[in-house]
């Protein structure tokens, strides 16, 4: 059997720390990147919580650096805010990003330091490899096990004019030091716990089908949704077991591993609609939609979907490979019910007569293009009915 002529990448950080405690060896990495002024992207309820002084006093103490804080970071992350972070980096001098937080302030600081290098506004970067300059040195603590914006080459942004979550893909928006620490995780409220830990799933399950995945964010894929399946469940029931933290972090670094070299499908490109619509949780979002788009996708990617079923720990052991793969779907409305996700969009406030504009909106998202079945406008559609 001969291949047509095809080059994947792998996209990584530099150097990423990963473990109980890894966030005290920030200091040392700042060093390392040469930085005297960082600015500190993060969002109020960090700040609230008292993170954001624990971390700049960890950076004042053991570099001597002056820290600038931007904490007006918001939920689904808009243009707006990385105009008035590129404003704030520029005015107070600063020579390095770091981002603290989940997936909202890791893209709204990728946001910012690709418009300080690069000039113009955020939506010259929409779409893949727009940039021709690299970012400041770029640092990402990450305390949510979801996103896995601290090692992507992802930026997700609303155009509020548009109403539509902006997909920047770009190597260049890659941090350069990622860190996963669990115990910046433990205070996650468990709502927050469930939506992140199904939207690491999601990244796994939609890189697992993708139309480019490879061997390599294959074993990823797998053992993320092999993590996710085991603990997910107990760390939503209690937050403060650290193993649980722990090993949900490795999963939603696994996914990040897997979609961000694999990319996603319509999963997402049928989420960022919702969240640019709406200004909906996306982990949330996707939870919902997952399902349904994993039935669509089933009839082109029946093996794929047992392996999945398999990794959820499912007994496929006499099944036909079509009830087998369809364990994998019963498997993750099981998760999501287990969890309290809500049950549909419709709880979420979704208005029917909205779909087709969105609808519209999804086909052109850059995730939609390694779906592993190519829907129709009217699919589309469908599908948001059905997750209604």
């Known amino acids: 059997m001969t291949h047509a002529e095809a080059v994947y990448g792998f996209y990584i950080p530099t150097v990423t720390l990963m473990g109980v405690g890894s966030h005290k060896q920030l200091g040392e990495q700042i060093k390392t990147l040469g930085a005297k002024k960082p600015l500190l992207v993060t969002d109020k309820g960090i700040t609230d919580a008292g993170l954001t002084a624990q971390i700049a006093d960890l950076i004042k103490d053991d570099t001597g650096c002056e820290v600038v804080v931007f904490d007006e970071t918001v939920p689904n992350p808009m243009d707006k805010n990385v105009a008035d ?220 979907f047992v392996d999945i079923a398999i990794a959820m720990g499912e007994n496929v052991e006499g099944l036909s490979t079509r009830e087998a793969a369809e364990l994998a779907i019963t498997a993750i409305q099981t998760l999501s019910r287990d969890i309290g996700i809500p049950e549909n969009l419709t709880a979420l406030g979704v208005k029917k007569e909205d779909l087709p504009t969105m609808a519209e909106n999804a086909q052109k998202d850059a995730c939609g293009v390694t779906n592993p079945r190519r829907p129709s406008l009217e699919d589309v559609i469908e599908i948001y009915i059905a997750a209604l």
């Open 85 to 304: 972070g590129v404003a704030v980096f520029k005015e107070s001098g600063c020579d390095m990003i770091i981002t603290l937080g989940g997936g909202s302030p890791h893209d709204c600081g990728k946001g910012i330091g690709i418009v300080a290098t690069n000039g113009g506004t955020i939506h010259d970067y929409e779409g893949v490899d727009q940039s021709t300059q690299a970012m400041p040195p770029f640092i990402a603590i990450n305390t949510t096990a979801g996103t896995a914006s601290e090692m992507t080459r992802f930026c997700i942004i609303t155009d509020t004019s548009r109403k539509v979550k902006m997909a920047i893909v770009d190597w260049r928006v890659t941090p350069a030091i990622a860190i996963n620490d669990p115990l910046l995780m433990v205070g996650m409220p468990s709502s927050l716990t469930a939506a992140t830990g199904m939207d690491a799933l999601t990244h796994a399950v939609e890189a697992y089908v993708s139309t480019i995945a490879t061997p390599v964010t294959d074993a990823c894929a797998l053992k993320a949704i092999e993590l996710v399946s085991d603990y997910l469940r107990p760390v939503v029931a209690n937050g403060d077991d650290i193993e649980a933290r722990d090993k949900m972090a490795y999963a939603e670094y696994l996914a990040g591993m897997a979609f961000n070299n694999a990319s996603l499908g319509h999963v997402h490109a049928m989420a960022h609609q919702l969240g640019g619509f709406y200004n909906l949780p996306h982990g949330v979002c996707n939870a919902i939609l997952l399902p349904h788009v994993s039935r669509y996708n089933l009839i082109a990617r029946l093996d794929r």
